[in-house]
């Protein structure tokens, strides 16, 4: 009974002592996006991203190398956050019609549920994706999805609901851009036009007005 309580300690043990990485990585990572989404690269500032996660900062560069190397991999997880909740719409086998609608909507709120995800983007963008150019990684977690709308554009065609030749990753940039430019401008917007572009109601409504967008373009 002692050894096999000892056993089960020093297995207890060893499971907390696995986690603790995972935990302070985690930490880590959680406080760097909010320092990166809202200062950007520049401004950012190791000292505050290991402040916010409550360590040393000797561990942050133990763990990532430094401001660099935790940068990308802040841009890394975004990227693979937003491809993974993409992949629960299962496109493959989704109607042509119900499919594009859904991937409009989900990337509607995803761009509302996530805004550091807008904020990353544009500092990478600010930077000329010098970063971004780095990983390869990114590369081959956009390339299912773009394939998963090829597809679903074919299926589309056979059917004739969708017109021929319709670029798939055209199409993508048609529906993120129509949600990123809404977010990112929208304080310039409501100003302009005087009009709450804030409002649940109007979030609301160009959700479905991108959906009418996208299908109109697709329609033959």
């Given at each position: 009974?002692?050894?096999?309580?000892?056993?089960?300690?020093?297995?207890?043990?060893?499971?907390?002592?696995?986690?603790?990485?995972?935990?302070?990585?985690?930490?880590?990572?959680?406080?760097?996006?909010?320092?990166?989404?809202?200062?950007?690269?520049?401004?950012?500032?190791?000292?505050?991203?290991?402040?916010?996660?409550?360590?040393?900062?000797?561990?942050?560069?133990?763990?990532?190398?430094?401001?660099?190397?935790?940068?990308?991999?802040?841009?890394?997880?975004?990227?693979?956050?937003?491809?993974?909740?993409?992949?629960?719409?299962?496109?493959?086998?989704?109607?042509?019609?119900?499919?594009?609608?859904?991937?409009?909507?989900?990337?509607?709120?995803?761009?509302?549920?996530?805004?550091?995800?807008?904020?990353?983007?544009?500092?990478?963008?600010?930077?000329?994706?010098?970063?971004?150019?780095?990983s390869g990684a990114v590369v081959?977690?956009?390339?299912?999805?773009?394939?998963?709308?090829?597809?679903?554009?074919?299926?589309?065609?056979?059917?004739?609901?969708?017109?021929?030749?319709?670029?798939?990753?055209?199409?993508?940039?048609?529906?993120?851009?129509?949600?990123?430019?809404?977010?990112?401008?929208?304080?310039?917007?409501?100003?302009?036009?005087?009009?709450?572009?804030?409002?649940?109601?109007?979030?609301?409504?160009?959700?479905?007005?991108?959906?009418?967008?996208?299908?109109?373009?697709?329609?033959?």
């Amino acid at each position: 009974m002692v050894a096999e309580s000892s056993r089960k300690s020093l297995t207890k043990a060893g499971l907390e002592r696995k986690r603790d990485p995972e935990r302070t990585s985690a930490a880590i990572l959680a406080a760097a996006i909010l320092e990166f989404s809202q200062k950007g690269y520049e401004g950012a500032r190791v000292d505050a991203i290991a402040r916010h996660a409550k360590i040393n900062k000797r561990m942050l560069y133990h763990y990532f190398g430094g401001k660099e190397g935790l940068y990308l991999a802040v841009l890394e997880g975004r990227y693979a956050a937003i491809r993974s909740a993409e992949r629960l719409l299962d496109l493959s086998h989704r109607a042509p019609v119900e499919g594009m609608r859904e991937l409009v909507l989900f990337t509607w709120q995803y761009f509302l549920d996530h805004p550091e995800f807008l904020s990353i983007l544009a500092t990478e963008n600010l930077q000329r994706a010098r970063f971004l150019r780095r990983s390869g990684a990114v590369v081959e977690l956009n390339s299912p999805l773009i394939e998963e709308i090829r597809q679903l554009l074919l299926r589309g065609t056979k059917t004739g609901e969708f017109r021929k030749g319709v670029d798939p990753v055209q199409v993508y940039i048609s529906i993120a851009s129509l949600g990123a430019f809404y977010l990112s401008n929208r304080w310039t917007l409501s100003t302009i036009f005087q009009r709450d572009l804030f409002k649940e109601s109007e979030l609301d409504a160009w959700g479905k007005h991108i959906v009418m967008m996208v299908l109109s373009f697709l329609r033959p």
